[in-house]
């Protein structure tokens, strides 16, 4: 069964629900109790990290800090292959998280549905769910830590951060980014997992991969 717009009402009935978490920092009135009228609690808004966020949010853009790091790996022998791993995980990141996902599921941001909201960085032109920016991160924050797990301290804090800020900047909902998460973890343990096996059949000795 489908809306009239070719959406299954399943997936409708979820963007539904999810849309309504927000909800949960409305006061009495109606608006949310934050300084921003946003979807961040007042304790956590003020102008440090009005200042922050849209720095933290820069690094994401593009999932550009993930590439770099992919790119450095792939300047290095030892970890070559990973960097590979790391480049292939975002790529299939933006082809199931932007271009299919986004497109498909068609859902308005949360700056879009409330414009009184005076945004801190340039109102998005994509669709909302999942978050573009948590997906990329969560990937590449997954293959830094199985490449080592020292990687892991900074690539995992840093990928929360870039999360957070999406929340904060009013550009997401929860469930975007909570969804993003979830995909971006199963997507880089898939890409490490069969692309790590295809590496290695591909660099693997001709008289091994005979026998």
């Not at 609690?41 to 993930?66: E, H, Q, R, Y």
């Not at 792939?74 to 996902?101: D, F, H, P, W």
């Not at 293959?143 to 020292?150: A, D, H, P, Q």
């Amino acid at each position: 069964m489908k809306y009239s717009d070719g959406r299954p009402v399943e997936i409708a009935f979820l963007i539904e629900i999810s849309s309504k978490f927000p909800q949960m920092f409305l006061n009495e009135k109606g608006r949310t109790s934050v300084k921003n009228d946003g979807l961040m609690p007042s304790a956590l808004s003020g102008p440090v990290l009005d200042f922050l966020m849209p720095k933290i949010t820069l690094l994401g853009n593009g999932g550009a800090i993930w590439i770099l790091a992919a790119l450095i790996l792939l300047c290095t022998k030892k970890y070559r292959r990973q960097g590979v791993l790391l480049l292939v995980g975002l790529i299939a990141g933006v082809l199931v998280g932007n271009a299919c996902l986004k497109n498909l599921i068609a859902r308005p941001r949360p700056c879009w549905l409330d414009s009184s909201v005076q945004l801190l960085i340039a109102n998005p032109a994509d669709y909302s769910f999942p978050s573009g920016h948590t997906l990329s991160s969560v990937i590449g924050a997954t293959g830094l830590t199985k490449t080592n797990r020292r990687f892991g301290y900074a690539a995992i804090p840093l990928a929360a951060l870039i999360a957070f800020s999406r929340l904060y900047l009013y550009v997401h909902f929860p469930s975007d980014v909570l969804a993003a998460a979830v995909l971006g973890v199963a997507l880089g343990e898939l890409v490490w997992r069969c692309g790590g096996k295809l590496l290695e059949r591909w660099h693997a000795p001709r008289g091994r991969q005979r026998a």
